[in-house]
């Protein structure tokens, strides 16, 4: 093995821990793995082996790119979002199948999921400055000293904390908490979705935190973004959404239960849940075609469901608030049997 193809090897050592340092900061899959790319560019340019600490030095890099990304946006008009207006933009979410029915979690796939960060939060980072998400990223996510992200944002160790402990605020405060019962979750995710599917309103209502947020984030086409609070706003705003979708089934997002819907085998909607207190207390949709298929090709909703993407056996109806009473049974696993 020559020095380049030993360089390269250390690096995919290190490629998860930069592609989940990216993917906090700027909250898009793709933007993240252009970010983890362009480290490697760089350091496939400098002197490697001259690198002492070539963890700490591949996350410094990385959090320049993804710093300068984020500056972008804010030339462009698109980051960070108007926290005075509520906002309908979801992040990318990350979507994998259940790990198998209901047999419990190993412990190395209970280790993935327990550090996976939710849309909630990331929706959240969104409304930071570019040098504040960053700060709070690598600090309090990746436990990076303010001594090494100061020069990143080019303040003093002491004005960088100060950066973290306002972006911390924020999040406290407007992000909500999931709890920690991940078996409590899907429990309440699938009650959900069953009564939504039923038509149940009073089960729908007993589920939804009364200040419950709905958030709809459906890119380009007219009627689907939206942003909705309180529990019969939420029902209501579900029903018309709910309506549009085909297929629906449970699948992982972001490390928890959530949904998929499909329609005619294309993805139509992802959805995440955040429960605590055994009550629903944020909901993020991302119903964006465009990016949905950038997301989830053919290959993977096939993964996902478990049939053929082409138009294959339906998952199960579709999550239809206002399906009608008897419209099915509860929502099924992707990767098997049903759920409920």
Same mark, same amino acid.
């Given at each position: 093995?020559?020095?380049?193809?030993?360089? %390269?090897?250390?690096?995919?050592?290190?490629?998860?821990?930069?592609?989940?340092v $990216?993917?906090?900061?700027?909250?898009?899959?793709s933007?993240?793995?252009?970010?983890?790319?362009?480290?490697?560019?760089?350091?496939?340019?400098?002197?490697?082996?001259?690198?002492?600490?070539?963890?700490?030095?591949?996350?410094?890099?990385?959090?320049?790119? &993804?710093?300068?990304?984020?500056r %972008?946006?804010?030339?462009?008009g698109?980051?960070?979002?108007?926290?005075?207006?509520?906002?309908?933009?979801?992040?990318?979410?990350?979507?994998?199948?259940?790990?198998g029915?209901?047999?419990?979690?190993?412990?190395?796939?209970?280790?993935?999921?327990? /550090?996976?960060?939710?849309?909630a939060? !990331?929706?959240?980072? /969104?409304?930071?400055?570019?040098?504040?998400? +960053?700060?709070f990223?690598?600090?309090?996510?990746?436990?990076?000293?303010?001594? @090494?992200? %100061? *020069?990143?944002?080019?303040?003093? *160790?002491?004005?960088?904390?100060?950066?973290?402990?306002?972006?911390?605020?924020?999040?406290?405060d407007?992000?909500?908490?999931?709890? *920690?019962d991940?078996?409590?979750?899907?429990?309440?995710?699938?009650?959900?979705?069953?009564?939504?599917?039923?038509?149940?309103?009073? %089960?729908?209502?007993?589920?939804?935190?009364?200040?419950?947020?709905?958030?709809? /984030?459906?890119? /380009?086409?007219?009627?689907?973004?939206?942003?909705?609070?309180?529990?019969?706003?939420v029902?209501a705003?579900?029903?018309?959404?709910?309506? !549009?979708?085909?297929?629906? &089934?449970?699948?992982?997002?972001?490390?928890?239960?959530?949904?998929?819907?499909?329609?005619?085998?294309?993805?139509?909607?992802?959805?995440?849940?955040?429960?605590?207190?055994?009550?629903?207390?944020?909901?993020?949709?991302? $119903?964006d075609?465009?990016? +949905?298929?950038t997301? +989830? @090709? $053919?290959?993977?909703?096939?993964?996902?469901?478990?049939? @053929?993407?082409?138009?294959?056996?339906?998952?199960?109806?579709?999550?239809?608030?206002?399906?009608? *009473?008897?419209?099915? $049974?509860?929502?099924?696993? &992707?990767?098997?049997?049903?759920?409920?």
């Amino acid at each position: 093995m020559d020095g380049r193809e030993l360089l %390269a090897a250390r690096f995919e050592e290190h490629r998860p821990r930069l592609k989940a340092v $990216a993917y906090r900061v700027l909250g898009s899959l793709s933007e993240a793995e252009d970010a983890v790319q362009e480290t490697w560019l760089k350091l496939s340019r400098a002197d490697g082996e001259r690198v002492e600490n070539l963890g700490g030095w591949l996350t410094t890099v990385v959090g320049r790119v &993804c710093l300068d990304l984020l500056r %972008a946006r804010k030339q462009r008009g698109e980051q960070p979002l108007d926290v005075e207006v509520p906002a309908t933009h979801v992040p990318d979410p990350q979507i994998s199948p259940l790990p198998g029915g209901r047999e419990p979690v190993d412990p190395e796939q209970e280790a993935l999921l327990s /550090d996976s960060v939710g849309l909630a939060l !990331l929706v959240v980072l /969104d409304t930071l400055g570019p040098a504040e998400r +960053l700060a709070f990223v690598l600090h309090d996510m990746f436990a990076v000293p303010f001594e @090494d992200i %100061a *020069p990143i944002v080019e303040r003093s *160790p002491a004005a960088t904390r100060q950066l973290a402990s306002r972006a911390r605020r924020r999040v406290r405060d407007t992000a909500p908490e999931p709890g *920690p019962d991940r078996t409590r979750h899907r429990e309440v995710v699938e009650a959900f979705l069953t009564a939504a599917r039923g038509g149940d309103f009073d %089960a729908l209502l007993e589920l939804l935190d009364p200040d419950v947020v709905l958030r709809a /984030d459906g890119g /380009d086409v007219s009627g689907l973004s939206r942003f909705v609070r309180g529990a019969r706003e939420v029902v209501a705003g579900a029903r018309s959404f709910s309506a !549009l979708a085909g297929t629906t &089934c449970l699948a992982l997002v972001n490390g928890r239960v959530g949904q998929l819907a499909v329609h005619e085998g294309k993805p139509f909607s992802v959805g995440e849940f955040t429960v605590r207190g055994g009550r629903i207390v944020e909901i993020n949709i991302l $119903a964006d075609q465009e990016r +949905l298929r950038t997301l +989830l @090709d $053919a290959r993977a909703i096939r993964e996902l469901t478990g049939t @053929d993407a082409g138009g294959g056996p339906e998952v199960g109806t579709g999550p239809g608030v206002g399906s009608g *009473p008897g419209a099915g $049974a509860g929502p099924e696993s &992707c990767t098997g049997p049903a759920a409920g």
